[in-house]
């Protein structure tokens, strides 16, 4: 496995960790993004706009994002991480108002 591969890895989790936002220039154009087939929404994302998207639709939902790097494999030219991540909800606000009849 390339040792820089691990590293540049390593580098755009930690970047995402402390500023919620992916370190662009670190990430190919043709990248991947597949979510948990068990998760809530099962999507996969292509491309840079892709990863903009998905990264958008988190940030609607979540106040904090944080990623923790589980495994990382080299399947012939591709690195792959599984990661965990933990999620803070954003407050929900109610603009309804009802008044009793």
């Known amino acids: 496995m390339s040792q820089e591969n691990v590293e540049?890895?390593?580098r755009a989790i930690d970047?995402?960790?402390e500023t919620g936002e992916p370190e662009w220039?670190?990430?190919d154009s043709e990248l991947v993004w597949t979510t948990r087939a068990d998760?809530?929404?099962n999507i996969t994302y292509r491309g840079l706009d892709g990863l903009r998207r998905g990264n958008d639709s988190l940030?609607?939902?979540w106040?904090?994002?944080r990623a923790e790097v589980l495994e990382v494999v080299e399947i012939d030219d591709a690195t792959v991480a599984v990661l965990r991540g933990s999620f803070a909800r954003k407050a929900v606000s109610?603009?309804?108002s009802w008044k009793p009849g």
């Open 8 to 10: 540049v890895l390593i």
């Open 15 to 17: 970047h995402l960790n």
């Open 25 to 27: 220039d670190l990430y």
């Open 39 to 41: 998760g809530p929404a």
């Open 59 to 61: 940030r609607e939902v």
């Open 63 to 65: 106040a904090e994002i």
């Open 94 to 96: 109610n603009s309804t």
